[in-house]
Nanobody, 125 residues
Framework: QVQLVESGGGLVQAGGSLRLSCAAS????????MGWFRQAPGKEREFVSV????????YYGDSVKGRFTISKGDAKNSVYLQMDYLNPEDTAVYYC??????????????????WGQGTQVTVTS
């Protein structure tokens, strides 16, 4: 496991944008993938997006497709999540996750062995 730290959350009006960042405390490991999940109050943690580290392939949950963009950060083992056209349904705690063991189904929480503490995103109408 590695420590991941998210930043960039906050309060924004509907239609606005935010960019989340995630960085690992240790740059000696190699991730197979890094992704984002979110959890709204009373709901399950859901998949948002993932980027395969060697392939660069990206995947998105249906609810964010076309509005969110995941990309690798400038530093090793860092990732961004650009969120545009936000709406109140996007309000949640957003978690960064890393797969350092080589999972197969990056849409599933269980494939990730390292998690950040989360950053709150609140979208007002």
């Amino acid at each position: 496991q590695v420590q991941l730290v998210e930043s960039g959350g906050g309060l924004v009006q509907a239609g606005g944008s935010l960019r989340l960042s995630c960085a690992a405390s240790d740059d000696t490991f190699s991730s197979y993938a890094m992704g984002w999940f979110r959890q709204a109050p009373g709901k399950e943690r859901e998949f948002v997006s993932v980027i395969g580290w060697s392939s660069g392939l990206t995947y998105y949950g249906d609810s964010v497709k076309g509005r969110f963009t995941i990309s690798k950060g400038d530093a090793k083992n860092s990732v961004y999540l650009q969120m545009d056209y936000l709406n109140p349904e996007d309000t949640a705690v957003y978690y960064c996750a890393a797969d350092t063991l080589g999972g197969n189904s990056w849409f599933l929480k269980v494939e990730y062995d390292s998690w950040g503490q989360g950053t709150q995103v609140t979208v007002t109408s």
